[in-house]
Nanobody, 124 residues
């Protein structure tokens, strides 16, 4: 079992930055691929970014590439999502997730564990 707790969400203005954190605990949590997904009101939960267990590879959706950066500190069992140049369309609940897979990691069904989510609201 892996437990995930997100933090760092809030209300910001367009153009601002925000850093989300995801604290992981449980069995071998540092061995998992970690991802961030987001879900806007009335929409599906969509992939935003992912990072492999050793941090060697990162992946981004087209909508966040160049603005968001995913990283991890395995010594602290924490994954981060640095979000810059935020836009109103980035408003969503952001979820951290852990996957034992290393393929198709943009797919929700590849993830085994999920956090409770943290709200990010970007005003125009």
């Amino acid at each position: 079992q892996v437990q995930l707790v997100e933090s760092g969400g809030g209300l910001v203005q367009a153009g601002d930055s925000l850093r989300l954190s995801c604290a992981a605990s449980g069995r071998a949590s540092s061995s998992y691929t970690m991802g961030w997904f987001r879900q806007a009101p009335g929409k599906e939960r969509w992939f935003a970014a992912a990072i492999t267990s050793n941090g060697g590879n990162t992946y981004y959706s087209d909508s966040v590439a160049g603005r968001f950066t995913i990283s991890r500190d395995n010594a602290k069992n924490t994954v981060y999502l640095q979000m810059n140049s935020l836009k109103p369309e980035d408003t969503a609940v952001y979820y951290c997730a852990a996957s034992s897979s290393v393929i198709s990691i943009s797919a929700r069904e590849r993830y085994d564990y999920w956090g409770q989510g943290t709200q990010v609201t970007v005003s125009s």
